[in-house]
């Protein structure tokens, strides 16, 4: 007989929150009913926190009533890598799968030439968002913005609703943006089919709430698009690196990637590289234990680690990232040709993950270092 879930706000903020296991993906935040989960979403934090003072920090009123909503939605709280797999393929993942479960690899890129120029690495996710809003499969999609307020390159979470907004949202950023929290701007403007583009950690929270049953407020995600992601940075390192060493504004940059080396594109057209062992100190927190370079419980993962800088390596995984994408490349939407035309983008996807669920502590489940290869004992020393 399987375990009665009782897990709540406690058992969550020790294991997960105050652990090192916690990403900042704010699905614990969007799933309270209680309203009683606020989120940090600045330097230095990108985590929840309890609102309420009865109990302290580290326990809940509603909890201890019989609320488990939180760890429920958690896709870092003790098996979550086996239950989301199990929802999604039927399967636990094999210990050589260590991208997580797919079906197909493919590099691709919009063809439409606006769409492409203002997206990353080929404008794919931007091209799905399109096309996915148009042929009525979602009415909006959570994503991320740059903040229009203060134009220096700080993200907030955001809904698209149409081609404008979603090519408004397009680009990456290399900071953290929890777009789960856009879910309640969503749901006040009536949507019902929502997209999720999220980092990694994020796009595990849908199928997470699936498999653990945590009823309606799991039911507006239809579509999981998924970010390859081996760290996000604190935006901390804008003024304390880019700014302080290198002289580069905030609010005069127009563009940024990372291909070896953090490239970014200023306003006056020049064009600047930042060695990424020099970045290193400013990895958010929420990053150092993540597992999951792949975003292996996204219906489509994507993301240019490829050769061509205008092509982006997508991993399809499930049949309907399947059937998006085929209809897509049947009516031109996207070009695509076969991921093995770069086996170099395929073995770093593979080598990446590696690195990043080795990063995954021994004290955690066990079953997210499935796969590893086998520490190395040191030797002794030759007498």
Same mark, same amino acid.
């Given at each position: 007989m399987a375990e009665r879930w009782s897990f709540q706000w406690r058992e969550l903020y020790s294991e997960v929150v105050t652990s090192g296991l916690c990403t900042g993906c704010a699905g614990c935040v969007i799933a309270c009913p209680h309203d009683v989960i606020g989120y940090n979403h600045r330097e230095g934090e990108y985590r929840p926190f309890h609102l309420e003072a009865e109990l302290g920090p580290d326990d809940c009123v509603h909890g201890q009533k019989g609320c488990t909503s939180c760890t429920r939605a958690c896709p870092r709280f003790r098996s979550w890598e086996p239950e989301a797999n199990e929802h999604l393929f039927a399967r636990s993942r094999e210990p050589d799968e260590?991208?997580?479960?797919?079906?197909?690899?493919?590099?691709?890129?919009?063809?439409?030439?606006?769409?492409?120029?203002?997206?990353?690495?080929? $404008?794919?996710?931007?091209?799905?968002?399109?096309?996915?809003?148009? /042929?009525?499969?979602? #009415?909006?999609? +959570?994503? %991320?913005?740059?903040? $229009?307020?203060?134009?220096?390159?700080?993200?907030?979470?955001?809904? /698209?609703?149409?081609? #404008?907004?979603? +090519?408004? %949202?397009?680009?990456?950023?290399y900071t953290f943006s929890a777009n789960t929290l856009a879910l309640d701007e969503a749901l006040e403007r009536g949507l019902t089919k929502l997209a999720l583009v999220g980092t990694s950690c994020q796009s595990s929270v849908p199928p997470v709430m699936w498999t653990r049953r945590i009823g309606k407020i799991s039911k507006p995600f239809v579509f999981n698009v998924g970010l390859l992601c081996s760290k996000t940075f604190d935006d901390s390192i804008f003024s304390e690196l880019f700014e302080a060493k290198y002289g580069l504004d905030r609010h005069q940059m127009v563009k940024m990637n990372?291909?070896?080396?953090?490239?970014?594109?200023?306003?006056?057209?020049?064009?600047?590289?930042?060695?990424?062992?020099?970045?290193?100190?400013?990895?958010?927190?929420?990053?150092?234990?993540?597992?999951?370079?792949?975003?292996e419980h996204a219906d489509i993962s994507c993301g240019g680690i490829g050769a061509e800088l205008d092509w982006t390596l997508t991993i399809v995984r499930t049949e309907l990232g399947r059937e998006i994408i085929s209809r897509m490349i049947a009516d031109g939407s996207i070009v695509a040709r076969p991921g093995d035309s770069d086996p170099g983008a395929i073995e770093l996807m593979r080598k990446l993950s590696i690195k990043s669920r080795q990063r995954w502590p021994d004290w955690a489940a066990g079953t997210v270092r499935v796969g590893l290869p086998a520490k190395r004992e040191p030797t002794a020393p030759k007498a």
């Open positions: 260590m991208a997580g479960i797919y079906s197909d690899i493919m590099l691709t890129r919009a063809s439409d030439e606006m769409v492409n120029h203002m997206g990353q690495d080929g $404008g794919l996710v931007s091209a799905i968002l399109i096309w996915a809003l148009a /042929a009525g499969y979602v #009415d909006g999609a +959570l994503t %991320s913005f740059i903040d $229009g307020t203060t134009g220096d390159w700080r993200t907030r979470p955001g809904v /698209a609703t149409n081609s #404008d907004e979603i +090519l408004e %949202s397009a680009g990456s950023r990372i291909k070896g080396v953090f490239q970014i594109w200023m306003k006056d057209g020049s064009y600047h590289e930042v060695p990424l062992k020099e970045c290193h100190g400013w990895t958010r927190a929420g990053c150092k234990h993540c597992p999951d370079f792949a975003a």
